[in-house]
């Protein structure tokens, strides 16, 4: 109850191409779904973020479309470029019980933008 | 800027060593964690603190100890190093309304 499951693993996308990540949970509980980018030898960095009162969120060439009945969400990046190229991480968190907050994060998706 | 500071990027130690991390904030928050990060795993939670001497286990706590005596600081402490605590190590802070998180660069620990 308390997984969230990312695929793809890894992601091969050509530049100007829509990259696409999706991530999907059981606990309906959860009510916090941010999206973490990280670069090799970096830690991770929140990218965008949305709560279950809306179905999308778009900042940039980033968009999050958020599923609450399929209990599932997803990122999507248009126009994708090479320096996207990283890691991205979904995770959900809920403000309830001993957690506080705490984040539950996916296994990550490796994304390699070819240009 | 949230700024968020390990004590090393890169560490290596002998196996049965006794191992400092330390993480450093300049926030004020008072929630702080400590994750490891291993490939296909993805980031796995092994201690939280939500204020100074309180800690709390995360999901694999086993082998690893936390001390929080001032609020800027949540050190991470491995008693006896083993192989298969090799990983990439990230503390990260959250504070405020929200329940965004910050990460530290992360310290990639080798133990052979």
């Known amino acids: 109850q308390q997984q969230v499951k990312q695929s793809p693993q890894s992601l091969i996308v050509q530049k100007g191409g829509i990259s696409i990540i999706n991530c999907a949970y059981e606990n309906t509980a959860f009510d916090y779904f941010p999206w973490y980018q990280q670069f090799p030898g970096k830690g991770p960095a929140l990218l965008i973020a949305i709560r279950p009162d809306v179905s999308e969120k778009k900042e940039g060439r980033f968009t999050i479309s958020f599923n609450k009945s399929a209990k599932q969400f997803s990122l999507h990046i248009m126009d994708s470029q090479p320096g996207d190229s990283a890691t991205y991480f979904c995770a959900a968190s809920m403000d309830s019980g001993g957690s506080q907050g705490n984040l539950i994060f996916g296994k990550g998706t490796k994304l390699s933008v070819k240009p | 800027d949230v700024k968020v500071t390990q004590s090393s990027r890169y560490l290596v130690k002998r196996t049965g060593e006794k191992v400092f991390l330390e993480c450093v904030q300049d926030?004020?928050?008072?929630?702080m964690f400590w994750y490891r990060q291993d490939p296909g795993l993805g980031l796995r939670l092994i201690y939280f603190s939500y204020d100074v001497k309180m800690k709390e286990k995360g999901d694999i706590p086993e082998g690893y100890s936390v001390s929080r005596e001032k609020k800027e600081r949540f050190s991470l402490i491995l008693e006896s190093a083993s192989t298969n605590q090799t990983s990439m190590y990230l503390c990260a802070i959250r504070g405020g309304a929200g329940y965004e998180q910050y990460f530290g660069p992360g310290t990639r620990l080798t133990v052979t």
């Open positions: 926030m004020d928050h008072e929630n």
